[in-house]
């Protein structure tokens, strides 16, 4: 698919108190032209059920935007609340 790269580097907790924040930025940088977002997770501490919310968010508008979204370098704590609400499933993460 032609087209750029962004990365976005998120940091801190993303729980219910961040989760419209980090909504909002996810959906600025999927715009037109860009084949694929990288959600850098190497700084982020924790990741709530009420956080995972900006995720599943952020996989809608990719798919309606055409645009492959990817995780890199979560934590094993944040991980597993990926896994634990099915989100691994819907998200690349790079070989």
Same mark, same amino acid.
């Given at each position: 698919?032609?087209?750029?790269?962004?990365?976005?580097?998120?940091?801190?907790?993303?729980d219910?108190?961040?989760?419209?924040?980090? @909504? =909002?930025?996810?959906?600025?940088?999927?715009? &037109?032209? /860009?084949?694929?977002?990288?959600?850098?997770?190497?700084?982020?501490?924790?990741?709530?059920?009420?956080?995972?919310?900006?995720?599943?968010?952020?996989?809608?508008?990719?798919?309606?935007?055409? @645009? =492959?979204?990817?995780?890199?370098h979560?934590a &094993?704590? /944040?991980?597993?609340?990926?896994?634990?609400?099915?989100?691994?499933?819907?998200?690349?993460?790079?070989?």
């Amino acid at each position: 698919m032609p087209g750029s790269r962004a990365v976005v580097r998120l940091h801190g907790e993303i729980d219910a108190s961040t989760v419209e924040v980090v @909504t =909002r930025g996810l959906r600025q940088e999927l715009r &037109p032209g /860009v084949a694929v977002l990288e959600l850098d997770l190497t700084d982020v501490q924790h990741l709530s059920a009420d956080g995972t919310a900006a995720f599943f968010r952020a996989v809608k508008a990719s798919r309606a935007s055409g @645009t =492959r979204l990817v995780i890199t370098h979560p934590a &094993p704590s /944040v991980q597993r609340a990926l896994s634990q609400v099915g989100l691994d499933r819907l998200l690349k993460y790079p070989s």
